[in-house]
């Protein structure tokens, strides 16, 4: 699915703005989401609801990643899922503002994640099969869905709505932002198969063999494993920071996204003079610190560990994504994207936020809430995590391009 490379401003404008408008769309609903939970009375069904994500990641990425890759163009596929999520947006936002039965209000939500899921790993095929250089021109480029996902937070914030269901009806119009400008994208051709597929090749199961290959099976699980501990990070920093007396929490949470950008220019100079491993085991020791500063439980220390966020994330998983597309064939890269989220999204997200939605139960005490036993215990999972990554990665698998690695 690799096209012509990039040489043009014009080009470079277009990757810029698919990422930031995406970006944009999606922070409108994931961020405020907590806090509108809330305030509608829907505090029971939360964990369940960020856990719809996880549920949509083991369905959805797969079947559509496999249809990128061998029916339609990504383009043509991301247009009709942009569709179906504002859509389901709008119906779930109207649903909370009418106070329609939670189980109404879960299974639209249910009905919207299975419609984003496989958006993302979609937008960065498409933007990665139109870089020359992947690992010096991406970071940068995906630099701009960061700064549209801050653009989310603070139009939510401007409008008052952090704990309204007007956050998602603006995220339902981003969504239409992003079915529209797919048109401008080129209508690639997928690889055509020559033999009969399969019902494993036509819903993606396939995918599944990339694992056999030990360096992509400990990156792949180490992704996963880290989404676990981070499931926690939106569904209850916004809380914690009302509890210190925070308001605009969305807007307040985009402090990690300013280090994400720094790191993701920043990774373009590290992926041609650092060794891979030790770029994510900098990213792992940044999510180390980033809970640990948390569990201190005062103003400071907590925005400084949300800023940390922006290292962590950008270092393991935009790392991971480079990987998936440098060591993949071409006819598996939509496919093999797909696999890393059903990996960071599904596995990840379905033990993170049912795990640390028991574990915040846990620490909520008549009392109060126990913070620091609360984000302490999620620094030591991530700690777990490097431990693990530092055994089990060695970089000397087949298929790698860099011995060094």
Wanted: hydrophobic fraction near 55%; charged fraction near 10%; include cysteine.
């Amino acid at each position: 699915m690799r096209v012509r490379p990039i040489s043009r401003w014009a080009e470079y404008a277009e990757l810029v703005a698919l990422f930031f408008i995406h970006g944009a769309a999606l922070s409108m609903w994931f961020v405020p989401l907590s806090a509108v939970l809330d305030a509608n009375g829907l505090q029971a069904i939360k964990p369940y609801a960020f856990g719809t994500s996880a549920l949509a990641a083991f369905v959805s990425p797969l079947i559509f990643g496999a249809m990128a890759d061998r029916h339609f163009s990504p383009a043509r596929v991301l247009c009709g899922l942009a569709l179906a999520t504002s859509a389901a947006m709008a119906l779930a936002s109207t649903a909370i503002k009418l106070n329609w039965n939670p189980l109404m209000v879960l299974a639209l939500i249910q009905l919207h994640a299975l419609a984003s899921a496989p958006t993302w790993g979609i937008t960065s095929t498409i933007v990665l099969a139109r870089l020359r250089d992947p690992k010096r021109q991406f970071g940068p480029i995906r630099a701009m869905a960061t700064l549209g996902w801050m653009a989310g937070c603070w139009i939510v914030s401007a409008l008052s709505a952090d704990a309204s269901p007007l956050a998602g009806y603006g995220g339902a119009v981003m969504w239409l932002v992003v079915a529209a400008f797919t048109f401008v994208l080129p209508n690639v051709a997928p690889l055509k198969s020559e033999n009969r597929l399969t019902v494993s090749q036509r819903l993606g199961l396939d995918a599944l063999t990339l694992l056999g290959n030990k360096d992509h099976r400990v990156v792949f699980i180490t992704a996963a494993l880290l989404n676990i501990p981070l499931a926690a990070f939106y569904p209850y920093t916004p809380t914690h920071l009302r509890e210190l007396g925070f308001d605009h929490t969305s807007a307040w949470m985009t402090l990690g996204q300013i280090t994400e950008v720094i790191s993701m220019f920043a990774l373009a100079r590290l992926l041609t003079t650092w060794r891979l491993k030790w770029i994510i085991v900098l990213g792992l020791v940044f999510g180390v610190l980033r809970f640990a500063l948390c569990a201190f439980d005062v103003e400071l220390w907590i925005l400084v560990g949300i800023t940390l966020h922006g290292c962590s994330f950008t270092l393991v998983f935009i790392t991971a994504q480079i990987y998936v597309d440098e060591r993949m064939d071409r006819a598996w890269r939509a496919r093999a994207q797909a696999l890393l989220t059903l990996m960071v999204n599904g596995v990840g997200n379905l033990f993170g936020y049912l795990g640390t939605g028991l574990w915040f139960a846990v620490n909520a005490q008549p009392d109060g809430m126990r913070w620091p036993v609360f984000w302490g215990g999620l620094s030591a999972a991530v700690g777990g995590v490097l431990i693990f990554f530092l055994i089990a990665y060695h970089g000397i698998g087949q298929g790698l391009k860099r011995p060094n690695e």
